[in-house]
C-alpha cells in the first residue's frame, strides 16, 4: 500500500521539545492514521523550537524545493506572542503560510489541517511569568480566533486544541520535565481532538 506524505510544518509544539521521537504530536497524528486503514507514513518535520511565522517562512525558503506532499498540518505563532508581536502582523504572516501550506498539498486547502496555538500560561512555567496566566491566555485567544478566521476563508480545517491545554497543562503528567512545553501525553490529548478531522480529510486518498 502507497503511503500518504505528510509534512508538518511549526515550532517547538511539532517539533516536540523534550519528548522522544515517538511523542511528538505529529508522528503520534500519523502513526493513528496508519492504524485506522489510512496509510500514512512518518512526517517530514519543519519545526525547530523558537521559531516564528517569519523565522519559519525564512526556513522554507531555504528548504525549497519542498515538492508536493497528500496532507500537512502547521501550527504556529506562540512565539510572536510571546514576544510581544502583535495580532497584526501575526494574521499577515500566518495567512502566507496557510497559502504556501496549501500549495505544498497539490493546492488543496482540504488537504491542510492547522492546530490553534496552546496555552502556555496554564504551564507551571507560565504560572512564574510576569504577565500572568490571565493577559497571556487573552492574547494567545486573540491569536487563535485570528487563525480560526483565516482557516474558515481557505477553507481549511482548525482543530482547537488550546481548551485542553488549559484544563491539563498543569498536570505534572501533562509537561515535560522543563514546566513549559508539553509531554506525550499532552500530545495524545493533542492527537485526540486531531485524528478525526484528519481521518474526514484523508478517508479517499484517491481522491
Known amino acids: 500500500m502507497t503511503q500518504l506524505r505528510y509534512l508538518a510544518l511549526g515550532d517547538s509544539y511539532t517539533i516536540?521539545?523534550?519528548v522522544?521521537?515517538?511523542?511528538?504530536?505529529?508522528v503520534q497524528l500519523a502513526a493513528g492514521l496508519s492504524e485506522r486503514g489510512i496509510a500514512v507514513a512518518a512526517p517530514r518535520i519543519i519545526a525547530t523550537t523558537g521559531w516564528t511565522t517569519d523565522e519559519l517562512a525564512l526556513a522554507l525558503d531555504l528548504a525549497e524545493p519542498l515538492g508536493q506532499w497528500d496532507f500537512v498540518s502547521l501550527l504556529i505563532?506562540?512565539?510572536n506572542q510571546y514576544r510581544g508581536?502583535?495580532?497584526t502582523q501575526y494574521a499577515g504572516e500566518f495567512r502566507e503560510l496557510l497559502e504556501r501550506a496549501i500549495g505544498y498539498a497539490h493546492g488543496r486547502s482540504d488537504r491542510v489541517l492547522v492546530l490553534s496555538i496552546p496555552d502556555w500560561g496554564a504551564t507551571p512555567f507560565g504560572a512564574t511569568d510576569k504577565?500572568?496566566?490571565?493577559?497571556?491566555?487573552?492574547?494567545?485567544?486573540?491569536f487563535n480566533i485570528t487563525a480560526s478566521e483565516i482557516c474558515a476563508r481557505h477553507g481549511v480545517a482548525f482543530v482547537d486544541i488550546?481548551?485542553?491545554?488549559?484544563e491539563r497543562g498543569s498536570e505534572p503528567a501533562m509537561v515535560a520535565e522543563d514546566g513549559l512545553?508539553?509531554?506525550?501525553?499532552?500530545?495524545a490529548q493533542w492527537t485526540a481532538l486531531a485524528?478525526?478531522?484528519?481521518?474526514?480529510?484523508?478517508?479517499?486518498?484517491?481522491a
Open 131 to 142: 504577565r500572568g496566566p490571565a493577559t497571556i491566555g487573552a492574547e494567545l485567544d486573540v
Open 195 to 206: 485524528l478525526p478531522v484528519a481521518m474526514e480529510l484523508l478517508r479517499d486518498p484517491s
Open 181 to 187: 512545553h508539553p509531554s506525550a501525553a499532552m500530545y
Open 85 to 87: 508581536r502583535g495580532a
Open 16 to 18: 516536540g521539545e523534550a
Open 162 to 166: 488550546t481548551p485542553v491545554s488549559r
Open 77 to 79: 505563532g506562540v512565539n
Open 20 to 26: 522522544a521521537e515517538s511523542g511528538r504530536w505529529p
